[in-house]
């Protein structure tokens, strides 16, 4: 199908694109990568008055990895960032996560930070947000605001960015030296989204026979509402690596609690939930068995 | 969600947050309103290396620019909804979904459609001959979206493995060939790319689009 009339503004500057939000906000929708607005305007699920194209608006398509965290512009695109290689560096779970989005003409044109104001309980992204402890930086007409990947994400495809609201910048945090970081998903398909997925970030602190666990934690794509952190610190902290098999158990009851899929057509909520224990188990062994070359971080 | 019909605009606010993406905006009027004129706009896009000016609303997709207002169609529309890949064009040499961009963000960028993949002289282009040598088509539909596709990802891998070649044709779909063949012509594109011009084992010999008529 085709979408329904609106009127398009192409805004040439920052300050344009605030303007026209001020005026037109709850009547309007902005277009960044389009990946998931126009399948939408497509069907006709939406019908905004007014279509706010940022595509023209310079300085919104810069990635800047500093000491404590990435900082992801509204126009970056995932194909961009997943090649940056400071990005990846300072924060691999960038990169880890990102070879999951879609498939690679999707992530040429789809951004990083509407995926994360899309706020898709299935999206990749939102739960790199969450798990990085990371923050959308938010700008209006009357000012500026950084919310918290925690009170980001208040439901399925419900973020707290308001209605005059610009996101300017995804702002992903990073963990600390040593900390390995990885990231799993079952789809039906690569490329397509997943039946249940997984981002992990776990810290080995050296020692004989391995070293022992230090801080775990964990966030989901598909299987939770909102993508909330799971701390596995409780369960696993403290552990030797070698008795770590021992845990497993513990560690399938924590993730089983904390998830509560949906079933669908593709897969039911007793699967999706299997689905995410048997990956954090398999991911977490698979971490902290890393050799230093495979240490990330 | 309530069913309740509702003569006010649809509360875009649900108790918790702000639905991001999915709520119709206007409630729909029975009693059609009055017609509006819609607004129209002037595009430029620069496809296949030709400039070229059109007039359409804010809402035309790219696929539908390039396929009515421009004539060229072969670029194929098949889902609207960035799932098939039929609709594929290169966006600065980058594939992109045509169906889910509109006319006017194109603007500023070099498309090319499947029609500016041949040689200036009308010979076929590399990954158009060897589709045509490894029988990489049945009904063609999904073709343009695979030969846009194809094309750019040889300028960034020019020596794919098979298995390569099967990841890199994974977010298109074909309704006929079981992707055997596209495959093959991936590998067999490449070579041709390096100048190399034997057919591979297994394939068929060249068919002049007369003879491949007979082929049924
Ligand atoms: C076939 C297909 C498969 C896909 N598979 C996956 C997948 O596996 N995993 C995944 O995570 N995603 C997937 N996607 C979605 C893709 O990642 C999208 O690009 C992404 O979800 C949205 O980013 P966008 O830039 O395209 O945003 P748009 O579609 O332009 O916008 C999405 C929403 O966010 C709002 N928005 C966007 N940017 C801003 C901003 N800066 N400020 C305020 N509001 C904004 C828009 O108004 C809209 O409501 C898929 C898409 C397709 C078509
Ligand atoms: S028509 Fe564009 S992807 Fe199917
Ligand atoms: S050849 Fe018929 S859809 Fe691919």
Not at chain 1, 126 to 146: C, F, K, N, Y
Request: a negative charge.
């Amino acid at each position: 199908m085709k979408p329904a009339p609106f009127t398009y503004h192409a805004p040439a500057d920052l300050d344009q694109t605030l303007a026209l939000l001020a005026e037109h906000g709850p009547e309007a929708k902005v277009l960044a990568g389009g990946q998931s607005l126009v399948p939408v305007l497509n069907m006709r699920l939406a019908n905004p008055a007014h279509l706010i194209d940022i595509n023209h608006v310079p300085g919104l398509d810069t990635v800047v990895a500093n000491d404590d965290a990435v900082h992801v512009g509204a126009l970056v695109r995932h194909a961009h960032l997943l090649s940056h290689s400071a990005a990846r560096t300072a924060q691999p779970l960038l990169r880890q996560a990102l070879q999951w989005v879609a498939h690679p003409v999707i992530r040429n044109r789809g951004t990083t930070l509407g995926s994360i104001v899309h706020a898709d309980p299935s999206g990749e992204m939102p739960a790199v947000l969450a798990l990085t402890d990371g923050r959308v930086r938010l700008r209006s007409a009357g000012g500026e605001r950084e919310v918290p990947a925690a009170e980001f994400f208040v439901g399925p495809m419900e973020s707290a960015i308001a209605d005059d609201e610009l996101a300017v910048e995804a702002i992903f945090g990073r963990f600390p030296a040593g900390t390995r970081t990885g990231f799993t998903e079952t789809a039906r398909r690569h490329g397509d989204y997943a039946l249940a997925g997984v981002a992990l970030a776990v810290s080995v602190q050296d020692g004989p026979g391995g070293g022992t666990v230090g801080q775990a934690q964990a966030s989901f794509v598909s299987v939770t509402d909102v993508p909330d952190v799971l701390d596995l610190t409780p369960v696993v902290g403290g552990a030797a690596v070698a008795d770590l098999a021992g845990l497993a158990d513990a560690v399938a009851e924590a993730v089983a609690t904390h998830v509560d899929p949906v079933g669908d057509i593709h897969a039911s909520a007793d699967y999706r939930r299997h689905l995410a224990v048997v990956q954090t188990q398999r991911l977490l062994s698979t971490l902290v068995g890393a050799t230093a070359e495979e240490e990330i971080a | 969600m309530s069913s309740t019909p509702d003569a006010q605009q649809p509360e875009p606010k649900s108790v918790r947050g702000t639905i991001v993406t999915t709520v119709p905006r206007a409630s729909f009027d029975p009693a059609g309103g009055a017609a509006q004129p819609e607004e129209l706009l002037d595009v430029y896009l620069r496809v296949n290396g030709a400039e070229q000016h059109i007039r359409v609303p804010g809402r035309r997709l790219l696929s539908d620019a390039l396929r009515h207002d421009l004539g060229l169609t072969g670029t194929h529309v098949g889902c609207e909804h960035g799932v098939c890949g039929a609709c594929t064009v290169l966006l600065d040499g980058q594939p992109a979904r045509a169906c889910l961009m509109f006319a006017a963000t194109a603007q500023g960028h070099q498309i090319t459609t499947v029609e500016g993949l041949s040689t200036p002289d009308g010979e076929l282009g590399p990954v158009q001959q060897a589709f045509v040598e490894c029988h990489g088509l049945q009904c063609g539909f999904c073709t343009p979206g695979f030969l846009t596709t194809i094309t750019a990802y040889l300028d960034e891998n020019p020596d794919p493995t098979p298995e390569e070649a099967r990841e890199a044709i994974g977010g298109n779909l074909c309704r006929c060939t079981g992707y055997q063949n596209i495959v093959k012509a991936v590998c067999r594109a490449a070579e041709l790319r390096r100048g190399e011009q034997a057919p591979p084992d297994g394939t068929q010999t060249p068919a002049a689009p007369t003879e491949r008529q007979e082929q049924r």
